[in-house]
Each structure stands twice: as structure tokens, then as C-alpha cells.
């Protein structure tokens, strides 16, 4: 274990300043741009443009990767960042942003699949648990600890767009400077959205689902905050509490999950993060700690949505699918985190701030709804027959990536976990079982 952390401890240190950058950036924006008057619907499309650069990422990036290998990739993409933060900063203009914001999501569909690949091959499947968690402890540390410096600068002065440029050439010095081995090239992964449907249908919409309402709040929840009449500070505090607070839910909410049909789960915590929306698009609490509490309850269980409906989609693969299973649902991921926001600014626009919530509950209501009608149509998958459940940070601003490779690679099921695929069955719809190819 301590052999398999020194030979990833360089890349987990930059991918801390690298989290920093990228939390700091994230919530930057969308406060900066509110108080140069920019509308919501626009500073909306800072989110759905990054997430369309985010998918293409996930499809182009790789083909990069191979190309160059992994250190001089992933410093390249890392200066591209730098390079657009602090241009950020010099530029302020909207269409500016909105454009700088697509290559920003470019390049961090290629950090991430850099990253999660080098840990993979690191790793054993004695430590592969132990350093994904460390992992993924580092990048809820970077962004909580990123978005924690809005409020020690203005932020209509440059400063904070500077700090993103120094957190982003820190993430990229112990990677470049250190004498470890590079990992292998990438391997290329054809997806197959329409067998991935088939495999298994909750997951897919859910999957969707999730990533429009993730995606709206990430990218509007600063909009929301500042609408709602929140300090930066507070602003600040929402945002990194909400993802303490999912960060907190994810092993009750995996261990329940473990126990129980996983789609009883996700239509409970979907149910509850509606509710807590909807409180807050009726409500319109005027106190700070009533409004910053219900977001973060509503923070607690809709990040614990992903992971969930990933370990579900799971159930039903064989071991030699994980990867693309977890690469078709990061592709849907990426698409929905483009729709909400598109959805959620204008929403605000036209009513209140307030109604981003309405978008992420509508969302929440549906992934509810369809989990029930799909628990009906067939039995649970046994216990002992389930893929082992894996947290995964899901949420942030604009979002934090969703990091579904490392689902992809944690090595083989036992015997028993691939029994749906060997009798030849889907147990999600029915049919024969699905081959990806």
C-alpha cells in the first residue's frame, strides 16, 4: 500500500492545487459576472458551455493521451486552464467567457481521464480502495478549499483570477518534476449508448436526469446565492458545505444501497432532494441559516444520486464492460450538466432565482417516478450477485467531474457478481444480455 501511494503521491499533490484552481475558478465566475450585471441566462451558459467542452473532451481527449503520453497531456491541458483563468480575469466579457468556458471543459475531460488512468494502473486491487478514497478526500479538500478564498480578495479586482493562474502551474510542477514511471497509453473504448439503455434503463435516465439537475446548481447556485441575498461569504459557505455534506452521505447512502433494491434508494433520496428544492422555490426563506440549511440538505442526498445509479448499472455488466459502462454514463452525465443549466438560467430569468430549484426538482421527481415503475417491472438483482458500491464526488461549480473511471477499472467481480451476464439474461429489461463491442 505505502509502495503504491509514493508512486501516485506527486499526482495526487498536484491534484490538489489542480481541484483548488477549479473550485476557485468555478464559483468566480458566476459572482463576478453577476455583479457586472450580466443576465442569468447568460451566466448560464458558463456552465452548459463548459459542459459541452467537457463532453467532447471525454470523446477527443484520448486520442491526445495516446498521442503525447500522459505527463506532457496532462501539462498541456493544465497550462491551457492557467492560461484561460487569467486571461479570465484581463478579458470581462460574457462571450469571452462563455467561449474560454468550452476549452476550460475541454481540458478537464483530459485532466480527469489522465488522473483516474495513472491511479488505476498504480494501484492494486488491495489498495485500489484505499487510494481512490485518499483521491477522492483530495479533490473535496481542493475545491472546498478553493471556493473558501472568495471572500478573502474583491472580486472585482483580478486577484482571484491570478490565485487560479498560481493554483493551476502548481498542479503542474510534482507531475512534470517527478522521476515516476508513466503510466501505459489510454486504450480505446467504443460506447454504445442504446446497449447501455438496455442493460439497464434506471441508470441511464437517472444518470441524465442527474446531471441536469447537478449541472443547473452547480453552475446557478453562486447566481442563486447572490439573488437570494447572500454574502460572498455565505455564498462561499453554501457551496462548500453542500458538498461536505454529500460527501458525509455517501457511505450510508452506499451501505443502504448494498442492502436494499438500489432503486427503493435512489427514489428516496431523489424524493428528498424534491422536496427540499420545492421548500425553497415556495418558501423563499429570508433567513440565512434556514436557506443555507435546506441546500445543504438538499446537497446531502442529490449528490449521493450519481454513484447510486452508476453501482446499479453495475449490477447487470460483466467485468470486462466496466469501462464502458462507466464511460457511456459520464457521457450522459456530461450531456445532462449541458441541458440544466440551458434550463435553469432562463428559468431564473423569467421567475425568481429561486426557481432553479423548481428545475432541479422536476428532475428529482422523474427520477423518483421512473425508479418506482421500473422496481415493479422486475425483481431486485440478490444481494450477494451486486457489483460492491463506490463513492464518487458528483457535485461542485460548476461541477466537480464526475469521477466514473474509477468504477471502471477496480478489477474483476467475483464469480458470482457477473451471474447476470453469464446466464445470458438482463435482469433490468428482460432481454438477452447486452454485449458492448
Known amino acids: 500500500m505505502k509502495r503504491n501511494l509514493l508512486s501516485v503521491a506527486a499526482l495526487l499533490f498536484g491534484t490538489l492545487f489542480l481541484f483548488m484552481g477549479n473550485g476557485l475558478q468555478g464559483i468566480l465566475l458566476p459572482v463576478r459576472g453577476n455583479l457586472e450585471g450580466y443576465a442569468t441566462t447568460t451566466l448560464g451558459l458558463l456552465g452548459t458551455s463548459w459542459a459541452g467542452g467537457f463532453v467532447i473532451g471525454c470523446l477527443v481527449a484520448p486520442k491526445l493521451v495516446r498521442r ?16 484561460i483563468a487569467l486571461v479570465s480575469g484581463i478579458i470581462i ?54 471556493q473558501m478564498m472568495i471572500p478573502l480578495e474583491d472580486v472585482r479586482t483580478p486577484v482571484l483570477f491570478m490565485i487560479c493562474g498560481i493554483f493551476y502551474c502548481i498542479a503542474m510542477l510534482p507531475t512534470t518534476l517527478s522521476t515516476a514511471a508513466s503510466p501505459q497509453p489510454l486504450k480505446a473504448v467504443r460506447l454504445d449508448l442504446p446497449a447501455l439503455y438496455r442493460n439497464s434503463p434506471v441508470s441511464c435516465l437517472g444518470i441524465l436526469l442527474v446531471g441536469i439537475a447537478n449541472g443547473a446548481y452547480g453552475t446557478l447556485g453562486a447566481v442563486f446565492g447572490a439573488g437570494a441575498g447572500l454574502s460572498d461569504t455565505s455564498i462561499a459557505v453554501m457551496m ?11 457511505l450510508p447512502a452506499g451501505r443502504l444501497s448494498d442492502r436494499i433494491d438500489r432503486r427503493y434508494v435512489l427514489a428516496a433520496m431523489s424524493a428528498i432532494a424534491a422536496v427540499a428544492g420545492l421548500l425553497i422555490f415556495l418558501l423563499h426563506p429570508t433567513s440565512p441559516a434556514l436557506l443555507i ?6 446537497g446531502a ?4 444520486l450519481y454513484p447510486i445509479a452508476v453501482a446499479h448499472a453495475n449490477d447487470f455488466a460483466a467485468a470486462e464492460d466496466f ?46 417516478v421512473y425508479a418506482i415503475i421500473r422496481s415493479r417491472i422486475r425483481a431486485a438483482v440478490p444481494v450477494s450477485d451486486r457489483d460492491a458500491y463506490t463513492t464518487i464526488p458528483t457535485g461542485t461549480s460548476p461541477m466537480l467531474t464526475p469521477q466514473s473511471m474509477s468504477l471502471a477499472d477496480r478489477g474483476p467481480k467475483p464469480p458470482e457478481a ?20
Open 68 to 83: 503525447v503520453g500522459h505527463v506532457r497531456a496532462f501539462s498541456g491541458f493544465i497550462s491551457i486552464i492557467a492560461i
Open 93 to 146: 466579457h460574457p462571450v469571452w467567457w462563455v467561449v474560454l468556458r468550452a476549452v476550460t471543459g475541454f481540458s478537464t475531460a483530459g485532466t480527469s481521464m489522465i488522473i483516474e488512468s495513472w491511479l488505476n494502473e498504480r494501484a492494486s486491487n488491495e489498495s485500489r480502495g484505499a487510494i481512490f478514497s485518499l483521491y477522492i478526500g483530495i479533490t473535496l479538500l481542493g475545491v472546498v478549499g478553493g
Open 240 to 250: 462548500s458545505a453542500t458538498i461536505f455534506a454529500g460527501a458525509l452521505m455517501q
Open 293 to 298: 440549511g435546506l441546500v445543504v440538505l438538499y
Open 301 to 304: 442526498v442529490a449528490n449521493t
Open 323 to 368: 469501462v464502458k459502462v462507466s464511460g457511456g454514463l459520464l457521457l450522459l452525465y456530461g450531456i445532462g450538466t449541458v441541458i440544466g443549466p440551458t434550463i435553469g438560467g432562463p428559468v431564473m430569468s423569467v421567475i425568481t432565482p429561486h426557481a432553479l430549484f423548481l428545475v432541479t426538482s422536476v428532475a428529482h421527481v422523474l427520477i423518483t
Open 418 to 437: 457477473g451471474k447476470a451476464a453469464e446466464t445470458g439474461k438482463s435482469p433490468e429489461s428482460g432481454d438477452p444480455a447486452v454485449k458492448f463491442g
